[in-house]
């Protein structure tokens, strides 16, 4: 099974919170993110963390070295987004994550932020990893 990570998961991931072992879990796993993934963390770590520059690369280093792969968002994966947003009802940046997993044909993405159990376009399958 071929996995996405969403940006809150991947954050889960480097922080002291009680979903940090699930996320740690999936990102040892090797899952798929884009580099939006990557751009929203370091926004995130910055702003809202409150972390300095080399600890976000630090963090950045050990996420590229842990992804499976790192997909970029090109004008397809925008024009793909797009479409998701209007037919979904997705907000534009969780409907530009979907697109990229479905352009990298994986099976699942892992969002706490997007409907558990939503199945997209018959392929992609959301699941909050941390629903209990």
């Known amino acids: 099974m071929k996995a996405f990570l969403d940006t809150n998961v991947v954050v889960y991931a480097f922080t002291q919170d009680p979903r940090s072992e699930a996320a740690e879990a999936l990102l040892a796993k090797g899952c798929d993110v884009s580099v939006q993934v990557l751009n929203e963390f370091t926004n ?3 702003r809202k963390l409150g972390w300095q520059w080399d600890e976000i690369d630090a963090a950045l ?6 992804a499976r792969a790192i997909h970029p ?7 793909e987004a797009l479409a998701l947003a209007q037919r979904h009802g997705f907000a534009f940046y969780d ?8 352009r990298t ?3 699942v ?6 409907q558990h159990g939503m199945t997209v376009e018959k392929k992609l399958r ?4 941390f629903r209990r």
Do not use: G, M
Not at 61 to 66: S, V
Not at 109 to 114: F, G
């Open 61 to 66: 280093t050990a996420l590229r070295a842990l």
């Open 44 to 46: 995130v770590a910055r």
């Open 95 to 102: 409907a530009l994550i979907v697109a990229s997993a479905l």
């Open 73 to 79: 968002v090109d004008l397809d994966t925008h024009i």
């Open 109 to 114: 993405l892992y969002s706490e932020d997007l």
């Open 105 to 107: 044909r994986c099976d």
């Open 126 to 129: 959301i699941e909050n990893p």
